[in-house]
């Protein structure tokens, strides 16, 4: 790891686990003195997404660099699944979003993040995770769906 690497502390309610939760991810730093920062990855419930930019600072009470605000959308979106379906492994479904260009993190069997990069059309995605949905194959969620991303 080099200097440049920060771990930065998320404090939020979380309406998927409807509890007060803390997150930690990964960033570059951009600016320490302004307090700036390049999230490295997609996070699991934070509703940022990755390449956001955001301004972090050390908080006494927690005793590490903490999460204040976004600065600059990266145009990325995140999604969050959760399978119901418990006969389907959580990889498989993983395959299907890395086929449409998404990156994934699996937090654990039953449970993952999709990232939707700024470029990439959001609709065939978004249609897949429906149909899925409708099959009771899972649930999903949109905490931080971009400009780009939004549907009618």
Same mark, same amino acid.
């Given at each position: 790891?080099?200097?440049?690497?920060?771990?930065?502390?998320?404090?939020?309610?979380?309406?998927?686990?409807?509890?007060?939760?803390?997150?930690?991810?990964?960033?570059?730093? @951009?600016?320490?003195? =302004?307090?700036?920062?390049?999230?490295?990855?997609?996070?699991?419930?934070?509703?940022?997404?990755?390449?956001?930019?955001?301004?972090?600072?050390?908080? =006494?009470?927690?005793?590490? &660099?903490?999460?204040?605000?976004? !600065?600059?959308?990266?145009?990325?979106?995140?999604?969050?699944?959760? *399978? &119901?379906? =418990?006969?389907?492994?959580?990889?498989? &479904?993983?395959?299907?979003?890395?086929?449409?260009?998404?990156?994934?993190?699996?937090?654990?069997?039953?449970?993952?993040? !999709?990232? !939707?990069?700024? =470029? !990439?059309?959001?609709?065939? *995605?978004?249609?897949? &995770? @429906?149909?899925?949905?409708?099959?009771? *194959?899972?649930?999903?969620?949109?905490?931080?769906?971009?400009?780009?991303?939004?549907?009618?």
């Amino acid at each position: 790891m080099d200097n440049q690497d920060a771990k930065i502390l998320f404090r939020f309610f979380s309406n998927v686990l409807d509890e007060w939760t803390v997150e930690t991810m990964w960033a570059t730093t @951009i600016n320490v003195e =302004k307090g700036l920062y390049k999230l490295d990855n997609i996070p699991f419930y934070a509703s940022v997404s990755c390449d956001d930019i955001v301004f972090a600072e050390y908080d =006494k009470d927690e005793e590490m &660099l903490t999460y204040r605000k976004t !600065i600059e959308h990266s145009g990325n979106s995140t999604i969050q699944v959760i *399978i &119901l379906n =418990k006969e389907i492994a959580t990889n498989d &479904l993983r395959e299907i979003f890395n086929d449409f260009g998404c990156e994934s993190e699996k937090f654990k069997e039953g449970y993952f993040v !999709i990232e !939707i990069p700024a =470029k !990439i059309d959001y609709t065939p *995605i978004r249609q897949k &995770l @429906i149909d899925l949905e409708e099959k009771n *194959i899972i649930s999903f969620a949109e905490p931080n769906l971009s400009n780009n991303h939004f549907y009618e």
